[in-house]
């Protein structure tokens, strides 16, 4: 019955053209709950942080945003990511910026600390000529990428034409980042999977519909989206293409659930979150 209920509200949306309408009042209730809850990014913009963000006007809100652990309290524990729980949809996310070559060790400490095993990449590294993301995985020509506090080892890739799945082992040095003594139960090491969809165009559409459903298909295989520890999601900004797959993966899991469908405004509780 849910599914059918969305169906219905889409053809409804659909027929009547309706779309920048729907887009237009989520972006305006989007805009009075920010207001609402004076929501801020003054530790984003900090001289000391300002750096650490690939795009000046995507930041991380200083009430919702994730907190890199230090030794050395005088280093910043800024990274451009916000946590994302769905509980409706059983749904736990992380969702980040595409790291740069500064804060691609922080990125790692993030999946560390956060016992992420699932990493989700909606970009390429280039994109028309412009650099969207550094290259903060290890591939077949390079299957080793060293990082200050982090290695990381490709044990597995498998190519399937539009996304590339990945296994990845990460391996914790001893320096700035607490050390696995300060958790008996943890162990130096773990294996990360990476999905890496490349057929995604910044500003575009995949193009095809039923290759983004296998591509989520083959991650909600894993199982990993069902964990309690975070899926790190990720494009070039963390909001487009990241914001797109977890609406997808969320309402078709609420669907699944027998939620109720009203898409637009699960889109602005989503925001607020």
Known sequence: MAMEQLLEMYNEIEDNHSWNSVYQEIDKQSCKQERKLKLTTKIAHSWENAERNRYRNVLAYDTSRV???R????????????PLIVPTAKRNYILTQGPLSTTSNDFWQMVWEQNSTLIIMLNKLVEKGLPKCHDYFPSLDSPTRKFDSFNVILKDEQDFGDYVIRDLELLKKNGDVLSEKDDPNRPPSRIVKHFHFTSWPDFGVPHSTAVFIGFLQKVRGTGLLCGKEPTVVHCSAGIGR???FVVADSVLSMVFHGQ??????????????
């Open 242 to 244: 990241s914001g797109t």
């Open 260 to 273: 109720d469908n009203k898409l637009n405004k699960k889109l602005i509780k989503l925001n607020s979150e």
């Open 71 to 82: 030794e050395n309290t005088e280093r910043s524990d800024y990274i451009n990511a916000s």
């Open 67 to 69: 907190v890199l652990k």
